[in-house]
């Protein structure tokens, strides 16, 4: 990885090539590379993402990470990669379906020169089905897998919620879950495979408790009617005093109580918790009495309860918070304090990531390390097959 010091973590020594793309495909390489593998980015000769064109350490999606520049448009390119893979134990892409193979780094030939290779695919609606070869962004995919639809308030249109389902939760993270799965497999069996990671599915199966929900009766299919979709007064943002929002989350009657009584509405003659036709008597109680108080003020009125109430921080407070300092959340990287990798390990902590590269930075080191004497590198550079930044 870049910079000097040794891997660690539980993905230590093993090597995975990452064929540059944008989104979902470089956060599973950063997930990959956070535990402690070594990825390897095979990023264009030229140009890069907004981010990686702005400054190499503002690219959070490629820290902890090695880059080699390579047109994949020269034959002399495409067989470098191909000498990467083959030392490699994984390697992903998210081409939409056809490219890969058209650039001569598809699945059948990748496997042939490294038969235990896992190959991974990242794509929004998948390798196959009607969808397959169209364009689509994360709000096309959760629309489909019907994670948008109950999204949203009572009367209002769904809300997209930020890429995190589609892009993130479906796909880089079900890609990543994806690729270590089928690397344990092939150290049994000696056999590598494809992963077809497809950001419909992933995000259909984060359905997966609501699908369950909706079978017994307890999901109302009517957006921001049920009790974690905002319809339940004590499960919902308000607004407090100084404009900023108080999140209440008491589901259990016992933390219910508690919420009632923080909020001074103990003695008052309130509709049951979970008599649903006094909810909008209720959230509109609730709304009236945060509305009195500033936000960190009701969180000093919580401290220490178990009433299931947090202050809804701005992403910038975040690295404050009291508790996530404790939990020492958050690293400083190159001078810009990022969310530190995650799980944490008992024995196989990860080191704190590196900055991200700059595209071709270790072009040179890399395949020196591949055993390419120092003039077939050179010649390379000269063809313009790889770049060195």
Request: charged share 20%; hydrophobic share 45%.
């Amino acid at each position: 990885m870049t910079g000097t010091t040794r891997p660690t973590g539980p993905l230590a020594g093993v090597r995975i090539i990452e064929l540059s793309g944008i989104g979902p495909g470089p956060f599973a390489g950063m997930l990959l590379a956070d535990m402690g593998a070594e990825v390897i980015r095979v990023d264009r000769t030229t140009g890069g993402s907004m981010m990686q064109a702005a400054a190499p350490k503002l690219d959070v999606l490629g820290r902890g990470k090695r880059s080699v520049a390579v047109d994949l448009k020269n034959p002399e390119g495409v067989a470098a990669v191909l000498d990467l893979v083959a030392s490699a134990e994984a390697v992903f892409e998210g081409y939409r379906p056809g490219v890969a193979e058209r650039l001569g780094l598809g699945p059948d030939v990748c496997l042939e020169r490294n038969p235990a290779l896992v190959y991974g695919r990242m794509t929004g609606w998948g390798q196959t089905g009607p969808m397959a070869p169209r364009a689509g962004h994360d709000i096309d995919y959760i629309s489909i897998a019907g994670a948008l639809h109950p999204i949203g308030r009572a009367g209002q249109p769904p809300t997209p919620p930020l890429n995190l389902v589609g892009d993130f939760g479906g796909g880089g993270i079900f890609l990543a879950y994806g690729i270590v799965c089928a690397i344990l497999s092939a150290r049994t069996t000696g056999v590598g495979q494809v992963v077809d990671a497809a950001m419909v599915d992933g995000a259909s199966v984060l359905m997966a408790p609501f699908v369950a929900m909706r079978a017994t009766g307890m999901w109302q299919p009517e957006r921001g009617t049920n009790l974690l979709d905002s319809g339940a007064p004590f499960y919902d943002a308000y607004r407090t005093a100084d404009g900023r929002y108080l999140a209440l989350g008491a589901i259990e009657p016992q933390f219910y109580e508690l919420l009632i009584d923080g909020l001074g509405l103990a003695g008052e003659d309130l509709p049951a918790q979970m008599d649903r036709q006094g909810w909008p008597i209720l959230k509109a109680r609730f709304a009236e009495v945060i509305a009195g108080r500033t936000r960190d003020e009701w969180a000093k009125v919580f401290e220490g309860s178990d009433a299931c109430v947090a202050p809804v921080l701005e992403p910038d407070e975040v690295p404050d918070d009291p508790h996530m300092k404790a939990r020492d959340a958050f690293v400083d990287v190159a001078g810009l304090l990022q969310p530190r990798p995650a799980p944490r390990f008992s024995g196989t902590s990860p080191a704190d990531p590196a900055s991200a590269p700059a595209n071709g930075q270790d072009t040179r080191a890399v395949l020196t390390e591949l055993g390419y004497e120092p003039a077939r590198v050179d010649a390379l550079v000269r063809a313009g097959a790889v770049v060195q930044a």
